[in-house]
């Protein structure tokens, strides 16, 4: 929201007042004085008007955690764990999962309770790679990697997925960076060879890697410089 907006709905303010106080340098947000009405604020912004705090500013919350196989990507479900019941964090209801994965798949999972930074991680305009550690039934043919570049039509969608980048690791193992995140789409691109995925693991999603200190189940929260990587 604008600041001058936010100000505004306070009853104690006209646009008036919100204006001068701007000009004046009375406004600050998370300690900068600001004079820019346009200025977005957000849940997370401390907001003061002289000395006094108008908006503490809730805490922006950023984990990564290792999902195991056997969780579900969601915040609650009837029958299984799901990777919330891994956090042992307040208000976990306030938190969402930037990126699910399925219920048998490991590695890297971000949960936050930021909906732009999330958003920017996942839409696919911004087309981050995500890679993941493949391991199938069947053997991994070389003639696999054409088909990778040029896409797999998805039938349900309508659509053609992104090129994607398959290095094949040995005869059974294959590393795959996708810029898109469609239903099941790892298993339906190998579906396509007929051979089924057996292990599924993210890596990494664009410059966040799972780290390696994370044994499945554990998560930390991101460090500072990693939340501005996104
Ligand atoms: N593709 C899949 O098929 N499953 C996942 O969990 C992620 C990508």
Same mark, same amino acid.
């Given at each position: 929201?604008?600041?001058?907006?936010?100000?505004?709905?306070?009853?104690?303010?006209?646009?008036?007042?919100?204006?001068?106080?701007?000009?004046?340098?009375?406004?600050?947000?998370?300690?900068?004085?600001?004079?820019?009405?346009?200025?977005?604020?957000?849940?997370?912004?401390?907001?003061?008007?002289?000395?006094?705090?108008?908006?503490?500013?809730?805490?922006?919350?950023? &984990?990564?955690?290792?999902?195991?196989?056997?969780?579900?990507?969601? #915040? /609650?479900? *009837?029958?299984?764990? $799901?990777? +919330? =019941?891994?956090?042992?964090?307040?208000?976990?209801?306030?938190?969402?999962?930037?990126?699910?994965?399925?219920?048998?798949?490991?590695?890297?999972?971000?949960?936050?309770?930021?909906?732009?930074?999330?958003?920017?991680?996942?839409?696919?305009?911004?087309?981050?790679?995500?890679?993941?550690?493949?391991?199938?039934?069947?053997?991994?043919?070389?003639?696999?990697?054409?088909? &990778?570049?040029?896409?797999?039509?998805?039938?349900?969608?309508?659509? #053609? /997925?992104? *090129?994607?980048?398959? $290095?094949? +690791? =040995?005869?059974?193992?294959?590393?795959?960076?996708?810029?898109?995140?469609?239903?099941?789409?790892?298993?339906?691109?190998?579906?396509?060879?007929?051979?089924?995925?057996?292990?599924?693991?993210?890596?990494?999603?664009?410059?966040?890697?799972?780290?390696?200190?994370?044994?499945?189940?554990?998560?930390?929260?991101?460090?500072?410089?990693?939340?501005?990587?996104?």
């Amino acid at each position: 929201m604008r600041l001058d907006r936010f100000l505004s709905n306070l009853p104690r303010f006209s646009r008036k007042d919100v204006r001068l106080a701007l000009l004046a340098g009375r406004v600050s947000v998370d300690g900068q004085t600001l004079k820019d009405p346009l200025h977005e604020v957000r849940e997370f912004s401390q907001i003061m008007v002289d000395n006094e705090i108008l908006q503490t500013g809730k805490p922006a919350r950023y &984990f990564m955690l290792h999902k195991p196989p056997g969780c579900v990507s969601a #915040t /609650t479900d *009837p029958q299984h764990p $799901t990777v +919330l =019941d891994l956090l042992q964090e307040p208000d976990k209801h306030e938190l969402h999962i930037a990126g699910r994965l399925d219920f048998n798949t490991s590695g890297l999972m971000l949960i936050t309770n930021d909906g732009q930074w999330s958003r920017r991680l996942t839409q696919p305009t911004t087309k981050l790679p995500k890679v993941y550690h493949v391991e199938t039934e069947q053997e991994i043919g070389e003639h696999y990697l054409e088909k &990778f570049t040029e896409g797999f039509y998805f039938a349900f969608e309508e659509l #053609t /997925t992104l *090129p994607a980048q398959l $290095t094949i +690791l =040995d005869s059974h193992h294959a590393r795959l960076s996708i810029v898109e995140g469609r239903y099941h789409q790892v298993k339906r691109m190998f579906g396509f060879f007929d051979n089924k995925v057996l292990r599924l693991h993210r890596e990494s999603m664009g410059p966040l890697v799972l780290d390696p200190a994370l044994e499945p189940g554990q998560y930390r929260p991101l460090t500072p410089e990693e939340i501005h990587r996104i």
